[in-house]
Each structure stands twice: as structure tokens, then as C-alpha cells.
């Protein structure tokens, strides 16, 4: 099941949980939501209807009762009384739909892990409630205007949660803040696209700088398996200098690995371990594999 939060009647959806405590989390002062569907953000997440199909956000029905355009661009409706066009009631909502539609396409998030909020990982056991405590402060912290923001390192063993975990942050991030986010596996989409960039046949030729800059400046990176090439002095300099950059503007990044970050000061450097130090909540996730359907079910 994936969060859409759909309500039945007055009868809210019990794992709309943490949906309703980040919203206040983020805007306390807020009161009780007009809409208990979307709780005020105008759509909601619709889940497909088979394991191919992921589903994405949809208007919510808040939105489309007020509708009086045709749902199309530029979302204006002709007003007799004022002998001209104006903005349909729901044009702020549909704005931000398309926006969020638009950086979701862009983040490279795996399907698998699309529509994946924090509601659905169970706390099956104490590290994975601070690792969900943790998810919350960062993304609470991420719409600070100031002070400084931390990011996640996640660590445990094979099937652990961590992927779906950090998925499912940026997933948050995009449905409250309508931010850029970036999902990279560090071997496939960072490594192997910077080599590829010196090659004259690949696709990616000429392309490093642009694709160290677009990792060194997305609002929200994450950086899945960490620690899995750590073999050359290269490796070390690319990685040091993605993650400076990303602390010198105080952006939020995530790191997944099968290793403690401890296990990284000899072998990626001093340097990077002292900067991932400063800048994550490191969380052990010490639970089953997920995908034995103990942790998650769902999946």
C-alpha cells in the first residue's frame, strides 16, 4: 500500500499518521486542515493499480470541487461578470501539481521506491524508529530558512530498509516543498557517468563538469551505496569533492551503506569522514530483510 491517505468518510486513514505529523512539523502554525485528504496541499499520491503501473499524484478532490477552468494551461475560466478571463479557483494547486510532476520525473528515483513516504516503513524494532526520528528532522530541517541542516548516513546489512528509507525522504521532500531532489546509486550514476564523460563514444562525453555540478547542487542527494568503490585515489577525490561542495552550501545529503562510516576513515579518507561526520545523523538499521516481506510487507 502506498500513501494516498485517502479519506473514507470522516473516518481518516490509520497510517496517515506521520503524514499528519510532518505537516505540523513543518507548519506548526497551522490548525486543523480544511481537507483531510491532502491536508491542505491540494494532491495527493495515487498508487497504480499494478506492480509495472507506480502510480503518481493526482489533483485532489478539494481541488477539483472548486474547479472552473477546463484543467488546462494557462487554468483560467471566462467571468461574465467581469467580461474576461481569470484564474480558476484551483490554479494555485494545479501550479504546484505541475511543478511536483515535473521534479519527480527529474529525480531518478526507481520506480520500486515511487510513492514510498515514511508511513509505510514499520518500526519493527528500535533502530528503525530512530531511523525514522531521524528521517523527520531532516526534512523538518530542510525547510529552515537558517541553521544548519543535517543529512542521513544510513548503514546496516543487505535488505535492511536502508534504500527504501532514503527513497522515501525525497519522496517527502518533493510532496511538501515541491524541491529538486536526486537519487544516484554511486557506482552506476556518479562513478561510471564521470569515466564514461573521457570517453569520445559514450553518451556522457564532455559531460563530467556538468554532472559533478547538477550531484554538487540538487536541493536533496542521495547517495546509495556508499562505499562500495573506495579503490583509487580518483574515486576518493570525486567523492571529496561532491560531498565539500554539498557542506560548503548546506544541502541535504543522504548516504546508504553496508559499512559504518567509522569503517571509511582509512580507506576513503580523513577528509571525507570527518565532513560526513559533521554533516549526518548516523543510524545503524539493525532489522530483518525487507524483502523476506518481514519489515515491509507491502513491498
Known sequence: MSATYKSQGPARDARAGMFDHLRLQIHPEKGAPACFQCLDLGYVFEPGLTRADAGGFVLCECQKKITLCDGRPPYEYYDPARRGFVACPSKPARIRLD???????????????RGSFLDDIQPVDKTVVE???????????????????????????TGCGKTLLSCAVLNEILRFYNAPVRYAKISRDILSRIRASFNPNSEFYGEGRKIEQELASVAALVIDDFGVHRESEWVNEVLYDLIDARYENNLLTILTSNESLDSFRASAGARIHSRLKEMC????IDAPDFRTGRLNPTL
Open 99 to 113: 511543478r511536483l510532476r515535473a521534479l519527480e520525473r527529474k529525480s531518478d528515483v526507481p520506480r520500486r521506491y
Open 131 to 157: 531511523a525514522l526520528d531521524n528521517a523527520v528532522n531532516v526534512i523538518v530541517e530542510f525547510g529552515k530558512t537558517n541553521g544548519e541542516r543535517h543529512g542521513l548516513f544510513l548503514w546496516g546489512g
Open 281 to 284: 545523523y548516523e543510524t545503524h
